[in-house]
Each structure stands twice: as structure tokens, then as C-alpha cells.
């Protein structure tokens, strides 16, 4: 590398697009790209195996392309000699070896490297530039701007907004098909005869760089949790395509029915298992968005589908980032529901009798994926209703999952699945007893426990647990318009019912 530098580019592991704006005009005669693995980023929260490989594995294959590409590249591996361990400390190293005149940088992912990086710049007094990420349809200004003078935010509008913005889905000022949102149609079960031959998700053999990284982390993380027999996440961007187009192809035209739906030990179903190549960026969602309409357009799937699977890209996956944005720091500590208890020892291994849990915990733990709906109505709709501290889920759902990334994991859990922010989010407590679980699943037929009971030895420990949270927060959640249904159904049980709820309840969390 020429000294001296001109700008040190910092790409970060979730950067991993050729596009990003902080190589915009990247000059190799006299620019230089830094990328560090260390192992704060794998150890601040237990990164599982499969999310540790992934992260490291598309690093080094990104590092691959741009080396290929004659560019100039500082690449320090997790195994180096002298390693600091932190993105903070090997920045520092190469400052003092490189002497860049200044760092850039896509914004990140994460508001504490933000700081970090910051911090590090300042202490050797170098300007650091930090760009926008272009790789989404909104700046994070955008949604301030939105979010300016509102008394509630809330997906829907942001979604629409967006919508007209960009023309997507949209027949002039008007949203195709005359209506903005099919979520109605979206919440279909697979009924008794279940789902029958679901396509087979693409799947990639772990590569020779892949199978370092795997042996490095059973060398280096072992104790982290999850496994990786079953390694097969797209590493690169060809696969990350390969992956879209078997997706667009082969199951977006039943996604809108089955989005909500789950299956004993069916993993896959109808998802597109795209999360991951979005956010390392691997992917772009503006291509995404436009193979689903462009499907639409076609005629080969239909417009719930197209729309169901817009919005989560289009709307959520924008709104959650603005939320994040816009709230940090303050955010992370947010715990409306004043909730303290530990988190079940039993979500790091799947050893329970609840075979719901049973079942999305060893999945999450064998492949790093669970969908939207086991997130939020089983896994997390558990923690919500015992009570479990914010923060202890929050960690959990940054370490175990391949797609986790603080920004968008943490308003999904901090303010969708646990409601800790009061309602910045969602409008009201995802809030279910194990009816819901048993009317969108087969799980309850092998289970245990029965559904449709709170008290008695087999009463489903989800529904106890429901009764027992509305019981426990009927005063905050009065002042809820949409909690009403919920708590006149609480107001029919007779004091006894409760009082019993309320013991099973409680001998339910002391045997935790
Ligand atoms: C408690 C909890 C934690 C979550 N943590 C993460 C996380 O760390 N990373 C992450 O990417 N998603 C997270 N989600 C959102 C969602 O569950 C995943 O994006 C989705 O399950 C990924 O699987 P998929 O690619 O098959 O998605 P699909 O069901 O096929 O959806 C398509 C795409 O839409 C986007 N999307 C869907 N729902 C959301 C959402 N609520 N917020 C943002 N984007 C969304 C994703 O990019 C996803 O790939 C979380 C949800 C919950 C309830
Ligand atoms: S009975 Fe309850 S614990 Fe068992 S699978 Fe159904 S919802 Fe889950």
C-alpha cells in the first residue's frame, strides 16, 4: 500500500456491497479498504456458530472480490497475532500504520460502533466522513421528517408514504388493486392436512473460505451457541441471487396466504430466508421489491402475495430502521412493562416440555432462523408474557439469529415482541394465549399441554401466562382503545378463575 493514504475506507461486516456509498469514489492509487474481524463483535452478545461463520465467511469472500478487483485492502483475521479484539483498537493499529489523511464510511448498523469508531477518530484527531447507506429507500432523515409533529407512529403510514414516493405498487396516485394493504389475507394456517410438498429452499455447500471459518469457530467460539452441521447461508452475491430468484419463483406466490403459518418441524414454508443477504448487503432491496412486482406484473403470483411481501421489505424493514435511528441511545434501556424476570435457561438449548418453543428454538439453534411469526408469537410472545427483563430477550435475539443486526433486531424485539418502549413501535402488546399458537400450527397436537386451559397440570403454560399478564397489567393496559376486547374477555372470568391463574402463574415462573 502507498503511503501516504488518502482516505482509509472502513467496511464493516454487514457492508458488504460493492455499491456503498463510502466507495463511491473509491481510487485505488491512493485509497485504502479496512476490514477487521474481532472478537468484541462475536462475544458482546454470544454470537451463535451460524451467525458468527455467516458474518466472517461474507467478509472474506467480499475481501476476495475486492482484492480481485486490484484494490487495496487491510484485512485482519479473528486468528492474527496481536489481534486487539476490538473494531476500535485494530482501527487504532492501522491509523498508526497507514496514516490515512482521513476515515469514510457507510453509516452503521449499530449506534455503539458508531460511537466507537467515532471516538477512536477523534482521539487521533481524523476527520471521519460517515455517508448516508444508500442501501435502503429512505434516509433515516426521511423518517424523521416523517415522524415530525406525529402523537403515534405507526408502519402503515410510513409503508404508504413510501408507496407514493416510489411508484411501487401504485396505478398513479392510487395503490394497485384499490387498496393499500392485504394483511387480511395473509394469515392463512395449513389446516389439518398441513402443508403438503413445500419447495426445497437453495442451499450452499460450504466453499473452501466457509470451511475455514467454520473451523475457526469451533476453535475460537465453541462455547457460543447454535450449531453448524447444516451451514448453507449465501456467502456471496451470486448465491444471495440465487437465493432471491428460487424464492420468487418458487414460493412468493403462496407467501401471502402462509406468511403467518407454522408447521412442526417444516422450516422453511413459504419464507424467502433473504434477511441475512439483505443486511449484510449482499442484496439490495430495491431488486428485491422489484422481482416481487415484476412477478405481480406478470401474472405469475398473486397480489396479496406481492403486496403481503413489499410491506415487510418495503415497510417494516424501513419503519423498524427509522425507529432505531430516531431513538437511540435512550431506546435500548426502555422498559415500560417494568419486566425483571431472567430469561428461561431453556432458550439456549430448547429443553422444554412446550413443544411451540421446543420446535422454534431448535431450529434456531440448528440453522440461525426462525420466522416472523415464531419471533414474535412464540418465542417472543413467552418472554413477554413471564415477564422476562427487555434486555436479557434483546441479547438473546441478537445472538442467535443470522440476520440479527442491532438495528433492525432490536425495535423488533425491544418494541414490537415486548412492547418496552410503550407503544413507540406497535399499537398495542402482541398479546396471545396458546388458541392463537394451536389455530396457526400443529404443535399443540403433540404437545403436553392443552391449549385451551390456564389452570390444571395441563394447562399450556402460554395461556396461564396471558390471563396472568392482563391480569397483571389490566391498569396500563385499560388506557389502551385496542386492549379493550381482550380485557372484557378477563372482566367474564369469575374472581376464582383469576385467583387460581394468578397461583398457577406464579408456581409456573418459580420452577423456572
Ligand atoms: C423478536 C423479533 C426479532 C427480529 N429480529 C430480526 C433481525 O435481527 N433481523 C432481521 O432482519 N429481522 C428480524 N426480525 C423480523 C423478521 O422476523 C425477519 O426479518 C424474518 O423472519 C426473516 O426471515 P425471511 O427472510 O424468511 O423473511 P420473510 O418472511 O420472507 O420476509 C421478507 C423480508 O422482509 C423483511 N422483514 C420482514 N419482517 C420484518 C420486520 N418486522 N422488520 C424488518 N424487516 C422485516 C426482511 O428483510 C425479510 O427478509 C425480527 C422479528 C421479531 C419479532
Ligand atoms: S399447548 Fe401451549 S405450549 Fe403446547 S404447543 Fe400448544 S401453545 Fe405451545
Known amino acids: 500500500m502507498l503511503e501516504p493514504i488518502r482516505h482509509l475506507v472502513l467496511v464493516l461486516g454487514d457492508q458488504l456491497n460493492l455499491d456503498a456509498s463510502a466507495l463511491t469514489d473509491f481510487d485505488p ?84 460502533v458508531l460511537q466507537s469508531l467515532r471516538a477512536m477518530a477523534k482521539q487521533h484527531g481524523l476527520p471521519l466522513e460517515v455517508r448516508d447507506d444508500l442501501h435502503f429507500f429512505s434516509t433515516v432523515r426521511d423518517f424523521a421528517a416523517h415522524a415530525k409533529g406525529r402523537k403515534q407512529l405507526r408502519q402503515e403510514f410510513f409503508y404508504r408514504e413510501l408507496r407514493q414516493k416510489t411508484g411501487i405498487l401504485m396505478d398513479g396516485k392510487k395503490p394497485v388493486g384499490g387498496q393499500w394493504n392485504f394483511d387480511e389475507d395473509n394469515r392463512g394456517s395449513f389446516g389439518k392436512q398441513g402443508p ?3 419447495p426445497a429452499p437453495v442451499r450452499f455447500e460450504p466453499d473452501e473460505i466457509t470451511l475455514n471459518v467454520m473451523a475457526l469457530v469451533k476453535d475460537k467460539l465453541n462455547q457460543n451457541p447454535g450449531a453448524l452441521n447444516s451451514f448453507g447461508w449465501p456467502v456471496t452475491r451470486d448465491q444471495a441471487l440465487q437465493a432471491l430468484n428460487s424464492f420468487i419463483q418458487n414460493r412468493l406466490p403462496f407467501f401471502g396466504l402462509y406468511q403467518d403459518a407454522m408447521w412442526e418441524g417444516e422450516v422453511w414454508l413459504y419464507h424467502s430466508h433473504i434477511s441475512s443477504s439483505l443486511n449484510l448487503k449482499l442484496l439490495n432491496p430495491r431488486e428485491v421489491v422489484d422481482a416481487a412486482e415484476k412477478a405481480y406484473q406478470q401474472g405469475l403470483v398473486p397480489l396479496p402475495a406481492a403486496e403481503g411481501f413489499i410491506r415487510q421489505v418495503l415497510g417494516w424493514r424501513e419503519y423498524v430502521r427509522g425507529i432505531y435511528w430516531t431513538q437511540m441511545p435512550e431506546y435500548l434501556a426502555r422498559n415500560e412493562m417494568q419486566a425483571t424476570a431472567k430469561l428461561p435457561a431453556f432458550y439456549w438449548t430448547g429443553n422444554t ?56 433486531e432490536l425495535p423488533n424485539t425491544l418494541g414490537m415482541s415486548q ?94
Open 29 to 112: 492509487s491512493q485509497d485504502a479498504i479496512w476490514m477487521a474481524e474481532v472478537m468484541q463483535e462475536s462475544a458482546h452478545v454470544p454470537s451463535s456458530k451460524q451467525r458468527t461463520t455467516l458474518f466472517l465467511s461474507a467478509m472474506r469472500h467480499f475481501a476476495q472480490t475486492l482484492k480481485d478487483k486490484q484494490w487495496p485492502v487491510c484485512y485482519i483475521h479473528l486468528d492474527d497475532a496481536g489481534n486487539t479484539g476490538t473494531l476500535a483498537g485494530e482501527l487504532e493499529k492501522a491509523i498508526q500504520k497507514l496514516k490515512p489523511q482521513q476515515l469514510v464510511m457507510t453509516a452503521p448498523g449499530e449506534w455503539r
Open 353 to 408: 416440555d412446550m413443544a411451540c418453543m421446543r420446535d422454534a428454538i431448535h431450529q434456531t439453534l440448528e440453522h440461525g432462523y426462525a420466522h416472523h411469526i415464531q419471533r414474535l408469537m412464540v418465542t417472543g410472545l413467552y418472554a413477554l408474557l413471564l415477564g422476562v427483563a427487555p434486555k436479557e430477550v434483546h441479547e438473546w435475539y441478537l445472538s442467535v439469529y443470522v440476520d440479527a443486526v442491532e438495528w433492525v
Open 196 to 198: 403438503g410438498l413445500l
Open 419 to 512: 412492547f418496552a418502549d410503550g407503544g413507540v413501535m406497535a399499537s398495542k402488546p402482541y398479546v396471545a394465549s396458546g388458541k392463537y399458537i394451536d389455530r396457526m400450527s400443529n404443535h399443540c397436537k403433540a404437545c403436553k399441554f392443552n391449549p385451551a386451559l390456564a389452570t390444571g397440570n395441563t394447562a399450556c403454560p402460554f395461556t396461564t401466562l396471558y390471563w396472568d399478564y392482563l391480569n397483571r397489567h389490566v391498569d396500563t393496559l385499560a388506557k389502551n382503545p385496542r386492549m379493550l376486547m381482550q380485557l372484557k374477555n378477563l372482566n367474564r372470568l369469575p374472581d376464582e378463575t383469576r385467583t387460581a391463574i394468578a397461583s398457577q402463574a406464579n408456581a409456573l415462573k418459580n420452577s423456572l
